[in-house]
């Protein structure tokens, strides 16, 4: 029941907002992550944020650029993207856990969405 949007075709050096919601109100007791998978590459993680949002973990090519955030009372995981490169562009999900600490690896989250296309122009 997650459901990711916000994506777009965007300029290199331009943002963007990834939302993640739910369609029952759990976000509050789950870990959330972000994960990308570019044509042709594997799927790669992105971002995790534990379930109060307390800590938050970020891949290295994206550290300092991107922002993961929560709105517990909105059911809703952010993901906000600055400085876009093209090498960011690729289809985005969003993944729910019950591990109550960020997680990186994607086979420890149980449940997807169906993913949101990111394009970067040069």
């Known amino acids: 029941q997650l459901q990711a949007s916000g994506g777009g075709l965007v300029q290199a050096g331009g943002s963007l907002r990834l939302s993640c919601s739910a369609s029952?109100?759990?976000?509050?007791?789950?870990?959330v992550g972000w994960f990308r998978q570019a044509p042709g590459k594997e799927r790669e993680f992105v971002a995790s944020?534990?379930?109060?949002?307390?800590?938050?973990e970020y891949a290295d090519s994206v550290k300092v650029r991107f922002t993961i955030s929560r709105d517990n009372a909105k059911d809703t995981v952010y993901l906000q993207m600055n400085s876009l490169k093209a090498e960011d562009t690729a289809v985005y999900y969003c993944?729910?856990?019950?591990?109550?600490?960020?997680?990186?690896?994607?086979?420890?989250?149980?449940?997807w969405g169906q993913g949101t296309l990111v394009t970067v122009s040069s």
């Open positions: 993944a729910a856990t019950g591990y109550p600490q960020t997680v990186v690896a994607a086979r420890l989250y149980p449940y």
């Open positions: 029952r109100g759990t976000f509050s007791s789950i870990t």
């Open positions: 944020t534990s379930w109060s949002g307390s800590s938050t």
